[in-house]
């Protein structure tokens, strides 16, 4: 759903996307990896992305060289953690959960921490991305979570580190 919303929202901002997800077994908790490509001209490539301009971790706990393995040089990566950790060299960091708990009573911080990335890349306006929540949380079925995700994204933008 994060990278779909993603996409949503810089189609909106006049990107080409595609985003897609790789799912281990479906269930709730299943290790999930999903991918987002932008740009200004037409998307001519499939598959996997293998050295990616951002990453985002929404957990902490797996291993930091895995996920950065691939990140280009100067590529962004954002991680949700409460406090900043060595594992993931030169990320910044937000504590996606701890928001996602204060504005939906839940532990869910995929959609939250697409207010921190998008402070950290000024990619599209946040409108946008508002727009994106309520459209693709709608069309899920879930009206009622598309107030608190929109206050989820807009306070990890005010807390994303610099």
């Known amino acids: 759903?994060?990278?779909?919303?993603?996409?949503?929202?810089?189609?909106?901002?006049?990107?080409e996307t595609q985003d897609f997800a790789i799912y281990g077994a479906e269930r709730r908790g299943a290790p999930v990896a999903s991918f987002c490509r932008l740009d200004r001209t037409r998307i001519l490539?499939?598959?996997y992305?293998?050295?990616?301009d951002a990453v985002i971790v929404l957990d902490p706990t797996i291993d930091g060289e895995a996920v950065l393995g691939g990140v280009k040089e100067k590529g962004l990566v954002l991680v949700n953690s409460?406090?900043?950790?060595?594992k993931f060299r030169g990320a910044r960091f937000?504590?996606?959960?701890?928001?996602?708990?204060?504005?939906?009573g839940r532990p869910i911080p995929n959609v939250a921490i697409l207010g921190?990335?998008?402070?950290?890349?000024?990619?599209?306006p946040m409108e946008n991305?508002?727009?994106?929540?309520?459209?693709?949380?709608?069309?899920?079925?879930?009206?009622?979570?598309?107030?608190?995700?929109?206050a989820a994204c807009e306070r990890c933008w005010s807390e994303v580190s610099r």
């Open 49 to 52: 992305i293998f050295n990616p």
């Open 82 to 86: 409460e406090k900043p950790t060595s």
């Open 94 to 104: 937000v504590d996606a959960t701890r928001i996602a708990l204060d504005t939906l």
């Open 129 to 150: 991305l508002r727009k994106a929540v309520k459209t693709e949380l709608g069309e899920a079925g879930h009206p009622e979570a598309v107030k608190g995700n929109i």
């Open 45 to 47: 490539t499939r598959g």
């Open 116 to 124: 921190g990335f998008l402070k950290l890349t000024r990619l599209f």
């Open 1 to 15: 759903m994060t990278a779909h919303i993603l996409g949503r929202a810089a189609f909106l901002s006049g990107y």
